[in-house]
């Protein structure tokens, strides 16, 4: 049996993208999948192609801003399956912009669902894993917390946070819990269609074409992090395009 078979994993931003990408392949290593997002008939259809194939996955319409969605995606879990295994806070937005644009409200947005939807997440699993003695989060932050360019000024700053708040909750959680920061790089996502500024946003279609990743390469460092042994936590993982600067 592998490390991954029987696990319990809820993933938010599970409709499409990276969460897609990742409950689909650790559904077929045999765990059993929470999936958390806003989209209820995309969600639901990726619910009926993991139990197709013979896996278990249930699903809630989630939206991580709202701290309910989030209990009640760990209380589902926890009903449905008996326990908690990982949280993949994987939910997260992106309407980039130069900072002169003033886009306040999408300033306000990325910091709500990129750092107070982890938070929320954190909130719901970790009493479950204290009382369980075991679990581990997995965040989804960036490259971009590690460097910053223009137009992504916000986007970055939010990034950063998840990685110091999966830093202090990994130094808080002692030797039972575990923590992963999952920082992918330019990837073959839906991120790039909420930006609103049309030039940046042909600039990234552009990059996106020519080298961007597809989601199952970050869902497989995903896999990897979930699969180590209980005594083994792997803190970070950086994943980019080769051709990425």
């Not at 926890?78 to 309407?95: Q, S, T």
């Not at 990129?114 to 960036?142: D, E, M």
Request: charged content about 20%.
């Amino acid at each position: 049996m592998s490390e991954i078979e029987g696990k319990v994993v809820v993933i938010t931003g599970a409709s499409s993208g990276i969460g897609e990408a990742t409950a689909l392949l650790l559904a077929e290593r045999g765990a059993k999948i929470v999936l958390g997002a806003r989209s209820s008939d995309r969600l639901e259809a990726l619910a009926a192609r993991i139990t197709d194939a013979g896996g278990e996955a249930v699903y809630a319409p989630t939206d991580v801003r709202r701290r309910e969605d989030l209990s009640n995606l760990v209380k589902l879990a926890c009903e449905r399956f008996g326990r908690l295994d990982v949280l993949v806070n994987n939910a997260g937005i992106g309407p980039i912009s130069p900072l002169d644009d003033l886009r306040v409200e999408d300033w306000e947005a990325m910091i709500d669902v990129n750092i107070k939807g982890v938070l929320y997440g954190i909130a719901a699993a970790l009493p479950i894993f204290r009382g369980q003695g075991s679990g581990q989060f997995v965040n989804t932050s960036s490259v971009a917390a590690h460097q910053t360019t223009p137009n992504m000024a916000v986007y970055s700053g939010t990034k950063m946070a998840v990685g110091a708040i999966s830093e202090g909750l990994r130094q808080e959680a002692g030797d039972k819990l575990r923590v992963t920061i999952i920082s992918p790089g330019f990837t073959q996502t839906p991120f790039i269609e909420s930006v609103p500024n049309e030039e940046v946003k042909a600039q990234l279609a552009k990059s996106r074409e020519a080298f961007a990743m597809p989601p199952e390469a970050i869902a497989r460092s995903i896999v990897f992090a979930i699969e180590q042994p209980a005594g083994v936590d792997v803190g970070e993982i950086v994943v980019r395009p080769t051709a990425q600067g």
